[in-house]
């Protein structure tokens, strides 16, 4: 089977730097994405990995350790409409389907 | 622009009847997939399609069927709707991966909020 955890919920501050962590144990893995979900909205995307190391998109980064099953989300100099859930899912090598985690919800203060 | 829609976006039904739930993708993507989004469990895989004429289970797909006879859509069939299956349903949508790519996320369509009394 596959599990995918994440933190339920955080909080931080307007203008810090946050990381939500994913952790997977799956078959077959090929490749993690990060999907960005507001209360009553669709998931949207927002990176990819496949290879380990360092993603970086403005503001968001993502990382990835194939060996260890781990990813974590960065979100550098928050702002409040960052405050949503943040989603990790697993693509599974050849299938194009994905398992997700139950999502972090993010909730950026003033 | 290319887009994915769901028809309707709420929608209240009674318990034992047949509901079906529309997804509609301009994207021309092969690849169509359903879910099921509850507190706490994250987004559940339903049934799924890699293309045309082709259907398959997901993780959470008893009392769900879908069809695929065009590339546009797959709609979602609820044969005895539930008080179980009150949740909201994503539809998404994406290319095939193919070798030598290696990006193929899914877009998502805005959502159907089904309650079941």
């Known amino acids: 089977g596959q599990n995918i955890d994440q933190p339920t919920e955080m909080t931080a501050t307007e203008g810090a730097i946050v990381q939500i962590n994913c952790t997977y144990q799956t078959s077959g893995f090929n490749g993690l994405f990060w999907y960005q979900q507001h209360a009553g909205e669709a998931p949207t995307f927002l990176s990819y990995n496949v290879l380990d190391g360092l993603e970086e998109k403005g503001r968001f980064s993502s990382f990835l350790s194939r060996s260890k099953g781990y990813s974590y989300l960065l979100l550098k100099e928050l702002q409040m409409k960052d405050s949503a859930s943040y989603l990790c899912a697993v693509r599974l090598y050849n299938f194009n389907k994905f398992y997700f985690g139950s999502g972090t919800k993010l909730n950026v203060k003033p | 622009d290319a887009e994915i829609t769901q028809s309707p976006r709420h929608k209240i039904t009674e318990t034992g009847r047949q509901v079906t739930l529309a997804c509609h993708q301009t994207w021309n993507h092969n690849n169509m997939f359903w879910y099921r989004q509850d507190l706490g469990h994250g987004l559940r895989l339903i049934h799924y399609?890699?293309?045309?004429?082709?259907?398959n289970k997901g993780e959470v797909s008893d009392g769900y069927s879908v069809s695929r006879s065009n590339t546009e859509d797959l709609p979602l069939t609820l044969e005895s709707a539930a008080s179980s299956q009150t949740s909201v349903y994503f539809c998404a949508s994406s290319v095939s991966q193919r070798p030598g790519q290696s990006y193929n996320e899914q877009f998502f369509g805005p959502g159907t909020r089904l309650t079941v009394l």
């Open positions: 399609s890699y293309g045309v004429q082709d259907t």
